[in-house]
């Protein structure tokens, strides 16, 4: 699966992970990239069947920073 997006207050290069929650936790998934200029990221994630929650995570000189989530259904 292809997932791709826009960041809004990121320094270009800065890491960006997707997460995925499981059992009420938040775990990386082994799927990462760096924002783009533009502010673009586009990444790729292998997913089981099912439906999952999925959000994209970054560490700036800020903090964390998590994106809105979103749910997927895999078939």
Not at 5 to 11: A, P
Not at 52 to 60: F, G, K, T
């Amino acid at each position: 699966m292809k997932l791709t997006g826009r960041t809004k207050g990121l320094k270009i290069s800065t890491a960006l992970v997707l997460q995925h929650r499981m059992a009420g936790k938040w775990t990386n998934l082994n799927a990462a990239t760096k924002a783009k200029k533009g502010s673009s990221y586009s990444l790729q994630a292998k997913l089981s069947k099912g439906t999952h929650v999925l959000r994209i995570a970054a560490v700036n000189g800020s903090g964390k920073v998590y994106s809105s989530t979103v749910t997927v259904k895999v078939s």
